[in-house]
């Protein structure tokens, strides 16, 4: 099972009716994971974001074309170091390209926080400065999660992410037609669904066991574990930074905008502001 290293969102076990944690918007952890070299965190007890508003209804919405926008201040308070944000020692981006800062989000598709999160974070991104690649992370938790992120690899190699992303949320958390948390896994039915926007179902389901999907699922494995990426959803910035705060959706994506003006201030060598710091406890001594 996983804890939460983004809102600070309570961890679900899935038991759970699915209705009421999309109501709840909590965090949807990973199932008790039997993947190679995944670990069983413990249970987050950080408190629910307050956006009642964004559940996976949203993800009927169509598909987005990226239209990069201009580059603006940050909004509202600097992030606080320990608070909002965590650095990462010796940490590495998913994919580095020069002169570009990147923002990674780490998901699972049968994960409801990430289903959640997705009609926020998804208009978001596809409006970013033309400086700033996004990347999903798939995260590979457990049995009934592996499939998933093996069909998000397939169709990140086909370029059907755009199209299908919000669409299989949808299919999972709204209209149910897809297997989610707790239901037996069926690659064939998720290789169907692709089939419905263009890939072929029989290459498709063969996509998904090739030796490049594998080393994909291996590479974000590895890149979670140095990022130190415990539960979904989780943003990283540049590799440097993980989010750990916010008060809502929207304000982990605030926190994001701060870390990437941050780290664009710091491409460009200009001075930037120094992020805030966790105020320090008050003295408890009585002195002399």
Known sequence: MLTRSFPRLATLRYPLVLAVALMATACGKGTESTAPAASTPAASTAATPTDTAATPAAATAPAQTRQPGPIVPPQGPAPVLGTDYEEI??????????????????????????????????????????DVNFHYVAAPFGPEWIPYAKAYY??????????????????????????????????????????????????????????????????????????????????IIDGKYRITGGKSYQDVLRIADHLIAMERAAMAGTPAAAPAAAPAAPATGTGG
Request: hydrophobic share 35%; net charge negative.
């Open 89 to 130: 020692p010796g940490g590495q981006p998913w994919q580095p390209e020069p002169g570009k800062v990147e923002v990674v989000e780490v998901f699972g598709y049968i994960c409801p926080a990430c289903a959640a999160f997705a009609p926020t974070v998804e208009p978001w991104h596809m409006k970013l400065p033309a």
């Open 154 to 235: 397939a169709s990140e190699q086909l370029g059907l992410v755009d199209k299908t992303h919000m669409a299989l949320i949808d299919a999972i958390h709204v209209k149910k037609t897809l297997p989610g948390e707790g239901d037996p896994v069926n690659e064939q039915k998720i290789a169907d669904f692709y089939g419905q926007y263009g890939a072929n179902p029989k290459q498709f389901l063969d996509m998904m066991q090739s030796f490049a999907v594998s080393t994909k699922i291996n590479q974000g494995r590895q890149f979670m574990q140095k990022s130190g990426v415990t539960g979904t959803p989780t943003i």
